[in-house]
């Protein structure tokens, strides 16, 4: 168990719609970075935020947004979904500003799978 | 453009046996590099990092190698368990205009046959 939750664990929707997936980082971690892993493919890095504020930005749909709360939880919102959104959905948390880059570790949580129809 | 490529795209290997998966990337400017281990449909696992100046690193069975001049890294697995079989991603770290930059590689998936 690494320490990071995710919920829910899995997410059945239509498309067009939105949904909100949830990530709970490890107790002290101020860095969230959030993946899309699709079928068979490779991590895709999304976005990372640092203690609320985004901090880096990897290849993130204008679709999607997340953001980082007060008390560190944060959300990945996607919306106007398309069947190619359909994939395994990581969260992960590190205690320093700069996370992997200076070297922290990162911790995966369980992952959300969406599957859109 | 950051590049990080890993070879092979899969292999199977008896348990007990030796095997050792590639990595190489075009990142610049690079600061560090990882592996993960990643079990089916699970979060990813991080088992080694090395920095530039950095050229080996182990963790039990585990050992990566990097050579920042070629830019290549290795990770080598002693003696398999069936519990190795897993996806072995490498994922590299730049840092640019004051953001951090994660390139990952698409894994080796790595299956350890009785």
């Known amino acids: 168990d690494s320490g990071v939750t995710q919920t829910p664990k899995h997410l059945i929707t239509a498309t067009g719609q939105r949904v909100t997936l949830r990530c709970s980082p490890r107790s002290g971690d101020l860095s969230v970075y959030w993946y899309q892993q699709s079928l068979d493919q490779g991590l895709q890095f999304l976005i990372q935020y640092y203690n609320g504020e985004e901090r880096a930005k990897g290849n993130i749909l204008e679709r999607f947004s997340a953001q980082q709360f007060p008390d560190l939880h944060s959300e990945l919102n996607l919306s106007s979904l398309e069947l190619g959104d359909s994939a395994l959905y990581f969260c992960?948390?590190?205690?320093?500003?700069?996370?992997?880059?200076?070297?922290?570790?990162?911790?995966f949580g369980p992952g959300t799978r969406l599957t859109v129809l | 453009k950051n590049q990080v490529e890993q070879s092979p795209q899969s292999l199977i290997i008896l348990e007990g046996k030796n095997c050792t998966l590639q990595?190489?990337?075009?990142?610049?400017?690079?600061?560090?590099l990882r592996w993960y281990k990643q079990d089916t449909g699970r979060g990813p696992v991080s088992l080694t990092i090395?920095?530039?100046?950095?050229n080996t690193k182990s963790n039990g069975r585990y050992t990566a190698t990097l050579d920042a001049d070629t830019k290549q890294s290795s990770l080598h697995i002693t003696a398999s368990q069936l519990s190795d079989s897993a996806s072995y991603i490498c994922v590299v770290s730049a840092e640019t205009g004051g953001y951090n930059k994660l390139i990952f590689g698409a894994g080796t998936r790595l299956a350890v046959h009785p």
């Open positions: 090395m920095t530039f100046s950095e």
């Open positions: 992960a948390s590190s205690v320093g500003i700069w996370g992997a880059v200076k070297g922290d570790t990162q911790y």
């Open positions: 990595c190489n990337y075009t990142v610049s400017p690079f600061s560090n």
